[in-house]
Structure formats: C-alpha cells, structure tokens
C-alpha cells in the first residue's frame, strides 16, 4: 500500500455541463449562441462522441406529415406512458419538435430524403403515423458528428475529455444552500479538481449498465441520478426501465441494437423451434408494433417457457437492396457476423435500454436545487411516464436542452462568490490493488442479480431479497470509497449500487403492474398515477 494525495487543481467557470451527448452539445451550442462571452467547461467521461446519442439508430420523432399533428403525437405518447405522462409537460415539449428538426439541420445534420425531396419518414412502435425523421439507421451518429466540430470551434467552451464528475457542491453559507461546482476526476491522472462555477448541468444520461443485457455503452451508469440523490435533490420513476425488445443475441459479441425501424418496416418476430408469430397472442392488433413494453414482456415470457434463449426477428420478406439501403449499418454488422437479413432471421433478447424516471425536473431541466439543471435522460420530465415513445428521447433531450439553455440565464445574471469555497478534494489516499481488484467483483454480481430480480418481470419477494444483497454490496463499497483512491471503475460501481437501490425501492412501492413496471405478484394496473418519490438529506 501506498499513499497518494488526489487534490488537483481549482478551476472557475460560468456553467459546468457534465455529459457530452445530444442533450449536452445542443446546451453548448444554444447557450453560447445566446450569450457568446459565457465560459462553458464540458466534462465527457471519454471523448466527446462516447454516449447512449451516439449509439441512437432510429430516429427522432416529430409531427411532420400532412395527416399528422402535434395533438396525434400526444395522443400516442400518452398511450404509450399508461397513465403516468404529465399532458402539459409532454404537449410542450411535442410542441418544439419541428424547431428542435430546424436547429439541427443548420448545425448541418441531414436527414433522409424520398424521391420528392420530402423527409423520408419512419414509423415504430406505438406511433399511429410515419414521423420519425432518421439518418439511415445510424440517426444519433450523424447528429453528433454533426454539433461535435462546432463545440469545437468555439473557444470559450473548454473541453474535459477522460474526466468524471464526483459529487455536486453546495455554497452552504446561502440559505438556499445553492449547487456552486462539482468535483471532477481526470481519469488519466488520477487528481480530482474542482470545477467552481454559477450553474451545473447534468446531461449524464442513462444507467443500462445496471444491467446484465443492455443496449448502453459502457459509460451508462447512472452517474447523474447518484450525485444529484446524494446532493438532496428529488428522483422520481425510477421502477420504469425500459427494456428494448431487440438485442442482437450473439456470444461473445458486444453489444448491439437491432432498431425498433425494422419492425417499423414489417419484420416478424417468430419463435425459433416452430416459426410463429407469437405477438398476436399478446398484441393481436398492434403485433410486432406494440410499444416496446408489451413486445418485451412477451419475448421474455416465451424464452422463459421455452428452451430457448432468444426469438428471431424475420424481414426476410424485403429485398437486398431494400435493407442495405434502409439499413446500412445492421447490414453491414449482421453480414460481417455470417447473417444475411435478407435470407436469414436475426436471433434477438431484450436488454436494458432507457431509463424513464430520473431526477425530478421542469421541461427546462430545472431541479428543485438552485443552479442545477438535469436534461436529456438523466431527468425526469413527465413525457414518458410508465413507458418512453420510440425516438422521443433525442427530442426531449434536445428540446429540454434547449429550453435550459434560455432558463439558467437568470442565475449566469446573478454570479456567486466562490471565496468561501472549500480549496478542494480531501482524501485519505490509500490504495490497496487487492482489494479493489475484490471490490470491483461485485459489478458482475450486481447485474446478474438485478436482470434476476428486477428486471422484466418482478415480485415483492425478489425485490426484498434483491434490497438486502444490494445494501450488503452498498455498505462494503461505501467503505472502501472513503479509505481509498477514488478511480473511475470504484466511482462507477459507487453510482451503479446506488441507482440499483433506488431502482428496486421504487419498484417495491409501486404495487400494481404500469408500463415498463411488470410485478407477477400485483398483474392488474392500480389506481396509482402518482410519481414515485425518493429524497435524502445532502451528503
């Protein structure tokens, strides 16, 4: 063992933004075009492109059809969240979506086209009509592509690329006890600055990682939700995880979505050992284009009945030229695997995907904490209740960005004085590689158990027995964070515990079956349309 102080340097700054994906770059752009002179350090745990944006395939979803309206739109993310949507919320945010569309195309962001020059609209799961706007199927790409060389370009916006957020601070000699910076860890050097400035933005994204099957890159741990819980700040729904019906199910591949866009096109899931189209006994009407709830559940229903530890997904139907077109980048991926998807069915599980709750926010990201802000899929608006509509969430992440941008104005007006602020991150700096070798175990154990116990399908008896395994972890974990150097994977494992407890918490309130939520031992909806809270004193 050795010791190691981790106190690095002191840094100021107008706004901190902490996550690099579409929420975060279009609050950059927006900001900065609003307020040139503000000075914006952007904190990206890898580089700049490494977030759940980056990965999106299908699309983004705005009313743009002659027979289309904001008011249909509405009317299918209500049914698609089951009674927990906020309307107001939800209608406001549906409202901006051809102007989020606009804001894209001039950062140069382009949209597939038909032989008219129209957009080239898409439809999935749970949408009534074509109207999701798309790239091929690799939409989050290009959008990120796109606005990365425009933060870029701007100097008063400093990039932290290889830097983690730790924990929020508070100002605490103001009676509102306003959130005044946050420590960073710079991954490569291991020092822990502090970043002092006039507003936070979390745009941390989602917490898949949590899981054992999921469809999120490996930086989706939930980092967002953990320091805003540990800083007092109210998260609400977090029992609705969202599971993607259509992982790619290969051993030893990563992981990779197959889009809800194929089935979108007229693909088929089909049981492997006799070919049926199992969807009409669980959604006879919608079938394949049920909202990805229902299509989860019953994937895992028929798997769990089965011998079987996935379904196919069948567009052997469209041509060659069609889905290469449609979708080039699965193609390409599915043929360098030895599937061809216009001849052969595509193996597929459900994974992990989008978390529907979060921290507890307005339509511009405003928390219940001053100065802080949480956008994109870290918060928590009301749009998407029990279950998100496919290809709202780069539409919310883009519009809530958008509107905080406009919002946290107000507080840039009105600066704080840093003198008072503690010098910096305080460390015992003891390091044993044995044991966070040891500690570092319990991530794969953790996710078993959370896929297990509280994934898909969940009971009371699971869920109680789930919490006393996750306190256990929680309790050794937390021990060795405040004896030891803190690393990104100790960090990581600290937030991903934390976001599991309150995961299982939530679902343990929640007595009814709603949405993403599926409790075997309460199957029937309850008269509940109230948000889960949970809340704890700052630490």
Same mark, same amino acid.
Request: hydrophobic share 40%.
């Given at each position: 063992m050795n010791s190691l102080s981790q106190r690095g340097d002191r840094k100021s700054f107008d706004v901190v933004v902490i996550g690099s994906g579409l929420a975060g770059l279009t609050f950059c752009l927006t900001l900065i075009a609003r307020r040139p002179h503000t000075r914006i350090a952007l904190v990206s745990k890898q580089a700049l492109s490494d977030s759940n944006s980056y990965w999106a395939q299908g699309g983004i979803a705005a009313a743009a059809?002659?027979?289309?309206?904001? $008011? !249909?739109?509405?009317?299918?993310? /209500?049914?698609?969240?089951?009674?927990? &949507?906020?309307? *107001?919320?939800? #209608?406001?945010?549906?409202?901006?979506?051809?102007?989020?569309?606009?804001?894209?195309?001039?950062?140069?962001?382009?949209?597939?086209?038909?032989?008219?020059?129209?957009?080239?609209?898409?439809?999935?799961?749970?949408?009534?009509?074509?109207?999701?706007?798309?790239?091929?199927?690799?939409?989050?790409?290009?959008?990120?592509?796109?606005?990365?060389?425009?933060? $870029? !370009?701007?100097?008063?916006?400093? /990039?932290?690329?290889?830097?983690?957020? &730790?924990?929020? *601070?508070?100002? #605490?000699?103001?009676?509102?006890?306003?959130?005044?910076?946050?420590?960073?860890?710079?991954?490569?050097?291991?020092?822990?600055?502090?970043?002092?400035?006039?507003?936070?933005?979390?745009?941390?994204?989602?917490?898949?990682?949590?899981?054992?099957?999921?469809?999120?890159?490996?930086?989706a741990t939930g980092d967002g939700v953990a320091m805003a819980y540990r800083a007092g700040v109210p998260i609400s729904n977090m029992e609705f995880y969202q599971f993607h019906p259509t992982l790619l199910y290969q051993r030893n591949y990563p992981n990779f979505l197959i889009s809800e866009a194929i089935r979108g096109e007229g693909a088929y899931l089909r049981l492997p050992e006799t070919g049926e189209r199992f969807m009409r006994r669980y959604a006879p009407k919608q079938m394949e284009?049920?909202?990805?709830?229902?299509?989860?559940?019953?994937?895992?229903?028929?798997?769990?009945?089965?011998?079987?530890?996935?379904?196919?997904?069948?567009?052997?139907?469209?041509?060659?030229?069609?889905?290469?077109?449609?979708?080039?980048?699965?193609?390409?991926?599915?043929?360098?695997?030895?599937?061809?998807?216009?001849?052969?069915?595509?193996?597929?599980?459900?994974?992990?995907?989008?978390?529907?709750?979060?921290?507890?926010?307005?339509?511009?990201?405003?928390?219940?904490?001053?100065?802080?802000?949480?956008?994109?899929?870290?918060?928590?608006?009301?749009?998407?209740?029990?279950?998100?509509?496919?290809?709202?969430s780069l539409l919310e992440a883009g519009v809530m960005a958008t509107n905080a941008a406009e919002d946290c104005l107000v507080w840039l007006d009105q600066p704080l004085s840093h003198e008072q602020m503690s010098a910096g991150w305080d460390s015992g700096g003891v390091t044993d590689l044995r044991r966070a070798s040891q500690i570092n175990a319990h991530w794969r154990g953790l996710r078993g158990e959370m896929t297990s116990y509280a994934g898909i399908v969940r009971t009371e008896a699971g869920l109680k027995d789930l919490h006393q395994l996750i306190l256990l972890r929680q309790q050794m974990v937390e021990e060795y964070y405040w004896q030891h150097v803190v690393t990104q994977d100790l960090l990581e494992l600290r937030n991903i515990i934390l976001v599991a407890e309150l995961i299982v918490r939530s679902a343990l309130q929640r007595c009814e079956s709603r949405g993403g939520h599926y409790r075997e031992d309460y199957p029937n909806k309850a008269d509940n349309t109230k948000r889960t809270l949970l809340r704890q004193a700052p630490r």
């Amino acid at each position: 063992m050795n010791s190691l102080s981790q106190r690095g340097d002191r840094k100021s700054f107008d706004v901190v933004v902490i996550g690099s994906g579409l929420a975060g770059l279009t609050f950059c752009l927006t900001l900065i075009a609003r307020r040139p002179h503000t000075r914006i350090a952007l904190v990206s745990k890898q580089a700049l492109s490494d977030s759940n944006s980056y990965w999106a395939q299908g699309g983004i979803a705005a009313a743009a059809g002659v027979d289309d309206s904001v $008011q !249909q739109h509405l009317v299918d993310t /209500l049914a698609a969240g089951d009674g927990l &949507v906020s309307p *107001l919320a939800a #209608k406001a945010i549906l409202s901006q979506s051809l102007s989020y569309i606009a804001f894209l195309q001039q950062q140069g962001v382009v949209f597939d086209q038909n032989d008219q020059s129209l957009p080239d609209l898409a439809k999935e799961g749970g949408h009534s009509k074509r109207r999701i706007f798309h790239a091929g199927d690799h939409t989050g790409r290009a959008m990120i592509d796109a606005l990365i060389p425009h933060i $870029q !370009q701007q100097s008063n916006i400093y /990039l932290f690329e290889s830097h983690m957020a &730790v924990k929020l *601070l508070r100002q #605490k000699d103001r009676p509102s006890e306003d959130i005044s910076g946050v420590y960073v860890l710079d991954t490569k050097s291991g020092l822990i600055d502090t970043f002092l400035c006039n507003v936070v933005v979390l745009a941390t994204g989602g917490a898949g990682k949590t899981y054992r099957y999921t469809t999120n890159p490996d930086i989706a741990t939930g980092d967002g939700v953990a320091m805003a819980y540990r800083a007092g700040v109210p998260i609400s729904n977090m029992e609705f995880y969202q599971f993607h019906p259509t992982l790619l199910y290969q051993r030893n591949y990563p992981n990779f979505l197959i889009s809800e866009a194929i089935r979108g096109e007229g693909a088929y899931l089909r049981l492997p050992e006799t070919g049926e189209r199992f969807m009409r006994r669980y959604a006879p009407k919608q079938m394949e284009l049920a909202t990805r709830d229902i299509v989860a559940r019953a994937i895992f229903t028929e798997t769990e009945h089965s011998n079987d530890q996935y379904v196919y997904l069948d567009i052997t139907h469209k041509s060659k030229a069609f889905l290469k077109q449609h979708f080039p980048t699965i193609n390409d991926t599915l043929m360098r695997l030895g599937i061809d998807m216009s001849q052969d069915m595509i193996p597929v599980v459900p994974a992990a995907h989008y978390m529907c709750g979060g921290v507890l926010t307005d339509i511009s990201g405003r928390t219940q904490a001053n100065r802080l802000y949480a956008i994109g899929e870290v918060a928590c608006t009301g749009l998407h209740g029990a279950n998100r509509l496919a290809s709202n969430s780069l539409l919310e992440a883009g519009v809530m960005a958008t509107n905080a941008a406009e919002d946290c104005l107000v507080w840039l007006d009105q600066p704080l004085s840093h003198e008072q602020m503690s010098a910096g991150w305080d460390s015992g700096g003891v390091t044993d590689l044995r044991r966070a070798s040891q500690i570092n175990a319990h991530w794969r154990g953790l996710r078993g158990e959370m896929t297990s116990y509280a994934g898909i399908v969940r009971t009371e008896a699971g869920l109680k027995d789930l919490h006393q395994l996750i306190l256990l972890r929680q309790q050794m974990v937390e021990e060795y964070y405040w004896q030891h150097v803190v690393t990104q994977d100790l960090l990581e494992l600290r937030n991903i515990i934390l976001v599991a407890e309150l995961i299982v918490r939530s679902a343990l309130q929640r007595c009814e079956s709603r949405g993403g939520h599926y409790r075997e031992d309460y199957p029937n909806k309850a008269d509940n349309t109230k948000r889960t809270l949970l809340r704890q004193a700052p630490r």
